[in-house]
T-cell receptor
Framework: GAVVSQHPSWVICKSGTSVKIECRSL??????MFWYRQFPKQSLMLMAT?????????EQGVEKDKFLINHASLTLSTLTVTSAHPEDSSFYIC???????????FGQGTRLTVV | GQNIDQPTEMTATEGAIVQINCTYQ??????LFWYQQHAGEAPTFLSY??LDGLEEKGRFSSFLSRSKGYSYLLLKELQMKDSASYLC??????????WGAGTKLIIKP
């Protein structure tokens, strides 16, 4: 299957700082990328959907000014958690698909811990 | 509203067969996916059904009935490594993925 690379795999940051997470599709063009958050023992929660070259669509309750998403090319999307707080500590996962009716492939996930 | 239901947890014995059910009510339907997720890892793709019937892929099979809004994932010859969460997801009319909460499968020796 297609490969989606997410970096970093884990990060620890101080409260108030910003963290950037990258998601790259290595062998296909990702027209759509999804960002999810998953708290321990809970299901995936979609944060936002981004199409290349356009602004991301955020789910209700997700602060767009706090979670900045950029999808500038067909192979790269970034999620920046700004002014991180301990409650932002979670597992962040990106997924990408090349067409609207194809499966989405997931990155490895990023475990964020804010101290 | 859109809704996907699957059991929260199931237990099965190594070497046995287990069926994980998924029922859905969505605005439109453009396919159903099953993913496997081990604890602390990202989900991995297992199957995709868009037409009624059974799709077999090795030890895993997935079935779909669109008229009943129902799917199941069948795992045969269970191995300890199959202990994971299994997520059902439906593509709605807008090609948005709607996720179930996942079924935690526990395999016992």
């Amino acid at each position: 299957g297609a490969v989606v690379s997410q970096h970093p795999s884990w990060v620890i940051c101080k409260s108030g700082t910003s963290v950037k997470i990258e998601c790259r599709s290595l062998d296909f063009q990702a027209t759509t990328m999804f960002w999810y958050r998953q708290f321990p023992k809970q299901s995936l929660m979609l944060m936002a959907t981004s199409n290349e070259g356009s602004k991301a669509t955020y789910e209700q309750g997700v602060e767009k000014d706090k979670f900045l998403i950029n999808h500038a090319s067909l192979t790269l999307s970034t999620l920046t958690v700004t002014s991180a707080h301990p409650e932002d500590s979670s597992f962040y996962i990106c997924s990408a698909r090349s067409g609207r009716d194809t499966e989405a492939f997931f990155g490895q996930g990023t475990r964020l811990t804010v101290v | 509203g859109q809704n996907i239901d699957q059991p929260t947890e199931m237990t099965a014995t190594e070497g046995a067969i287990v069926q994980i059910n998924c029922t859905y009510q969505t605005s439109g339907f453009n396919g159903l996916f099953w993913y496997q997720q081990h604890a602390g890892e990202a989900p991995t793709f297992l199957s995709y059904n868009v037409l009624d019937g059974l799709e077999e892929k090795g030890r895993f099979s997935s079935f779909l009935s669109r008229s009943k809004g129902y799917s199941y994932l069948l795992l045969k010859e269970l191995q300890m490594k199959d202990s994971a969460s299994y997520l059902c997801a439906v593509l709605d009319s807008n090609y948005q993925l709607i996720w179930g909460a996942g079924t935690k499968l526990i395999i016992k020796p």
